[in-house]
C-alpha cells in the first residue's frame, strides 16, 4: 500500500520561506513522478509544482521564481521549498505520486496517490 506522508508546513510571515516534505513508500517505483498541489479555503485544488522520473520539473507561474522542487532518490524524500511566500499561499498542501503516467501533470486526475496534506499559513 503506497503512503504519501507530508511535512513541514507551519504559521509564517510574508516574505518568509518554508520548506515542505513528502515521503513516498510502500512499493517500488519504476518511472515516480512526484507533484505538489494547494487548495486554499473556498477553492478547487490546484497544481503547484512536479518533478518527474527524468528530474524534470514544472511549476505553476503563480509560484515560479519562488518556489523550488527537488527530490533525494536515496530516501525517497521530495521538497518543496517555498521563499518569498505571499498571503495568497496560504492553503493546504498536498504532495502526490504517481508511477509510468505521462502526461497532464497539472491534473488532479492523473495522480493516483495522494496524502493528507499540511497546512501552511502565511500572515500579511
Known amino acids: 500500500q503506497v503512503q504519501v506522508v507530508e511535512s513541514g508546513g507551519g504559521l509564517v510571515q510574508a516574505g518568509g520561506s518554508l520548506r515542505l516534505s513528502c515521503v513516498v513508500s510502500?512499493?517500488?517505483?519504476?518511472?515516480?513522478?512526484t507533484g505538489w498541489f494547494r487548495q486554499a479555503p473556498g477553492k478547487e485544488r490546484e497544481f503547484v509544482a512536479a518533478?518527474?522520473?527524468?528530474?524534470?520539473?514544472y511549476y505553476a507561474d503563480a509560484v515560479k521564481g519562488r518556489f523550488a522542487i527537488s527530490g533525494d532518490n536515496g530516501d525517497n524524500t521530495v521538497y518543496l521549498q517555498m521563499n518569498s511566500l505571499k498571503s495568497e499561499d496560504t492553503a493546504v498542501y498536498y504532495c502526490?505520486?504517481?508511477?509510468?503516467?505521462?502526461?497532464?501533470?497539472?491534473?488532479?486526475?492523473?495522480?493516483?496517490?495522494w496524502g493528507q496534506g499540511t497546512q501552511v499559513t502565511v500572515s500579511s
Open positions: 518533478l518527474t522520473w527524468a528530474a524534470n520539473t
Open positions: 510502500g512499493r517500488t517505483f519504476s518511472r515516480r513522478d
Open positions: 502526490a505520486a504517481r508511477d509510468r503516467i505521462t502526461g497532464d501533470l497539472n491534473r488532479e486526475r492523473a495522480w493516483p496517490y
